[in-house]
């Protein structure tokens, strides 16, 4: 017994232990890279002065116009799907479910909250973790899930104007849906830590726009054709889905 505690169970854990560490440091640092500030760098404005305050797209899109706020997005998402991939190709073996699951909320904690911001203006903040946790959410979720939840995502922000009603509606649908998978065995139980540690950032870091929606005082998509484009994409993409379901 004592043999194979140290040939086999204390290597194996202190190996699964390396392997969580290391990449949870990757991923927070990616996480933690301030796209949105340094965009508003860029063009010569303190993001976390401007609008919102808040450093993401939704905000640079208010404060710079679709473009950087495209540019935000994209590049904040991209920062999920990257960590998450890496997680994937670089995990052990009977690994790879419990070190994608924490470098997926790891690099949602470092997007929230970044030492790189820290080191630039003294305080730890950053955004709010939309655009990279539905970075992580592609890698993550099955892709039935993450395309109606984007699908519905698209419809809800084209029809209403509201990208904060958006993100809080589609992250519910889809961790109730991922609890359910879950439950009938269809995904690593594991997975229910990442789905919902998202979860409650999302929600955390939302709260000021849930109020806001509530008050009626939530700022709105400002263009006509870029919400009709919305609406129209998700529409396809649902029902591209659900007829490939079929």
């Given at each position: 017994?004592t043999?194979?505690?140290?040939t086999?169970?204390i290597?194996?854990t202190?190996?699964?232990v390396?392997?969580?560490l290391?990449?949870?440091?990757?991923?927070?640092?990616?996480?933690?890279?301030?796209?949105?500030?340094?965009i508003g760098k860029?063009?010569?404005?303190?993001?976390?002065?401007?609008?919102?305050g808040?450093m993401?797209?939704?905000?640079t899109?208010?404060?710079?116009?679709?473009r950087?706020?495209?540019?935000?997005?994209f590049?904040?998402?991209?920062?999920g799907?990257?960590?998450?991939?890496?997680?994937?190709?670089?995990?052990p073996?009977?690994?790879?479910?419990?070190?994608?699951?924490?470098s997926?909320?790891t690099v949602?904690?470092?997007?929230n909250?970044?030492?790189?911001?820290?080191?630039?203006?003294?305080?730890?903040?950053g955004g709010?973790?939309?655009?990279?946790?539905?970075?992580t959410?592609l890698?993550?979720?099955p892709?039935?899930?993450?395309?109606i939840?984007?699908g519905?995502?698209?419809?809800?922000?084209?029809?209403?104007?509201?990208?904060?009603?958006?993100?809080?509606v589609?992250?519910?649908?889809?961790?109730i849906?991922?609890?359910?998978?879950a439950?009938?065995?269809?995904?690593a139980?594991?997975?229910?830590?990442?789905?919902?540690g998202?979860a409650?950032?999302?929600?955390?870091?939302?709260r000021d726009?849930?109020?806001?929606l509530?008050?009626?005082?939530?700022r709105?998509?400002?263009?006509?054709?870029?919400?009709n484009?919305m609406?129209?994409?998700?529409?396809?993409?649902?029902v591209?889905?659900?007829?490939?379901?079929?």
């Amino acid at each position: 017994m004592t043999s194979i505690l140290f040939t086999q169970i204390i290597p194996t854990t202190l190996t699964m232990v390396a392997w969580l560490l290391m990449l949870s440091i990757i991923g927070y640092l990616i996480g933690a890279f301030p796209t949105a500030y340094l965009i508003g760098k860029i063009n010569h404005i303190n993001i976390f002065a401007a609008g919102s305050g808040n450093m993401g797209a939704n905000n640079t899109y208010h404060t710079l116009g679709a473009r950087w706020g495209a540019v935000v997005w994209f590049i904040d998402v991209n920062k999920g799907i990257m960590v998450t991939l890496l997680a994937r190709l670089l995990a052990p073996v009977g690994l790879v479910a419990d070190v994608v699951t924490i470098s997926a909320l790891t690099v949602v904690i470092g997007h929230n909250w970044s030492i790189w911001v820290w080191l630039i203006t003294g305080h730890l903040r950053g955004g709010k973790g939309a655009a990279t946790a539905g970075g992580t959410w592609l890698i993550c979720a099955p892709l039935p899930v993450f395309t109606i939840t984007l699908g519905l995502w698209s419809v809800v922000a084209g029809l209403t104007g509201y990208i904060p009603l958006a993100t809080l509606v589609t992250f519910a649908i889809g961790s109730i849906w991922m609890l359910l998978l879950a439950c009938t065995g269809q995904i690593a139980p594991i997975e229910l830590l990442y789905v919902f540690g998202v979860a409650v950032m999302i929600y955390w870091r939302h709260r000021d726009n849930l109020q806001a929606l509530l008050d009626r005082r939530e700022r709105q998509l400002k263009d006509v054709t870029i919400k009709n484009l919305m609406a129209v994409a998700g529409i396809v993409v649902l029902v591209m889905t659900l007829v490939n379901k079929l």
